[in-house]
């Protein structure tokens, strides 16, 4: 697999981000693999830390991935949401929000995005109801904002360590 991805990011240099290359259950091959691309692409670990902190911070300690997928309704509280959001960013880990299988058209996962600074947001293509849904969320957010304005609110207060 390890060559595989070598092969893959050097037939496709504008690759920026990969999900999950290895099985969950795979630290060594996930850890290599973090060691060898960490300053080329994004290392997104969704399975693999399941937006929990405990997880995340295992991820950490062994040298795993370099940003977070972050599901709300995964870990199930807001409070572990952004727990882990806080410690992705401590460490140096993108954070992108997302939505789950079976998504409905609640687009608070939009304004979570804004309201984190979340910077990515994972909806999928524009293809069916609950997706646009949330891209039309981003444009109204874009809308109240105004010009040049931005929202960067975080809760550096949520720290248990």
């Given at each position: 697999m390890a060559n595989y991805y070598d092969k893959l990011l050097d037939e496709f240099p504008e690759l920026i981000s990969m999900e999950d290359p290895y099985d969950e259950n795979d630290v060594e091959?996930?850890?290599?693999?973090t060691a060898s691309h960490k300053d080329r692409i994004q290392i997104v670990l969704d399975d693999f830390i399941c937006t929990n902190p405990a997880l995340l911070r295992k991820a950490i300690k062994e040298g795993a991935g370099n940003a977070s997928l972050i599901k709300l309704n995964q870990i199930g509280t807001v409070t572990e949401t952004l727990e882990t959001i806080r410690l992705s960013r401590k460490n140096g880990y993108n954070t992108m929000i997302s939505h789950r299988s079976g998504e409905t058209g609640d687009t608070f996962i939009a304004d979570l995005a804004v309201a984190i600074n979340g910077g990515q947001l994972k909806t999928g293509a524009p293809a069916r109801s609950e997706r646009v849904e949330k891209y039309n969320r981003l444009l109204e957010i874009e809308e109240e904002l105004g010009d040049g304005e931005r929202l960067a609110f975080f809760p550096?207060?949520?720290d248990n360590d």
């Open positions: 091959g996930m850890v290599k693999f550096d207060s949520i």
